[in-house]
């Protein structure tokens, strides 16, 4: 079977938007209600002849104590545990958070490959936010602009030269 690429992030950072832009379709729910990607979604992706499966999860956030924020998490530990890479993604335009450095901690941990994406970038002149996400540690941040489709090609470029 392909190699599996799951896409990882706190809420909001545009996980769902990113997933529908590989793909070339509108397929998961893309909404201004953080976490509203429930469950993980599954489609067939290709980047320079490679193949694999792609998966978005819902956000994964540390301060959800509830039942439906645990099920996210559980869901999004899943996604990791399947995952040949890991697209973590952020929020350039909101900056570094303590959320992030969460989800940094949980990547960490499963020892996966990650390529680390900085969203919401939609002009050149702001790629330079993209530095200060260095410090979570996963390497070189790539700017992107999902929804304009800027970048995209890059992240996917590093993507699968890891698979
Ligand atoms: P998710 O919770 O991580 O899946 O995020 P969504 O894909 O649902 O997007 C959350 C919000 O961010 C939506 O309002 C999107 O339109 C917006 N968004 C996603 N990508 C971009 C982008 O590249 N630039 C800008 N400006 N907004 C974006
Ligand atoms: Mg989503």
Redesign the pocket.
């Known amino acids: 079977s392909a190699p599996v690429v799951a896409i990882v992030g706190r809420?909001n950072v545009g996980?769902?938007?990113l997933?529908n832009r590989i793909i070339g379709e509108r397929l998961?729910?893309?909404?201004d209600v953080p976490?509203?990607?429930r469950d993980r979604l599954y489609a067939k992706g290709e980047w320079n002849g490679v193949k694999f499966d792609l998966i978005?999860?819902?956000?994964i956030e540390m301060d959800e104590e509830d039942e439906m924020g645990n099920l996210i998490r559980v869901q999004a530990q899943l996604a990791i545990d399947e995952a040949d890479v890991i697209l973590f993604l952020v929020d350039g335009r909101g900056g570094l958070s303590v959320q992030d450095e969460y989800v940094a901690e949980f990547l960490r941990r499963s020892k996966k490959p990650v390529v680390l994406g900085v969203n919401k970038l939609d002009h050149h002149s702001h790629h330079a936010q993209s530095y200060e996400f260095y410090s979570l540690g996963f390497g070189e941040p790539i700017p992107l602009s999902a929804e304009h489709g800027m970048g995209t090609g890059d992240v996917l470029d590093r993507v699968v030269e890891l698979l």
Do not use: L, P, Y
């Not at 998961?28 to 909404?31: A, D, F």
């Not at 978005?56 to 956000?59: I, L, R």
């Open positions: 809420a996980k769902s938007t997933f998961s729910i893309v909404e976490g509203v990607t978005d999860t819902g956000g």
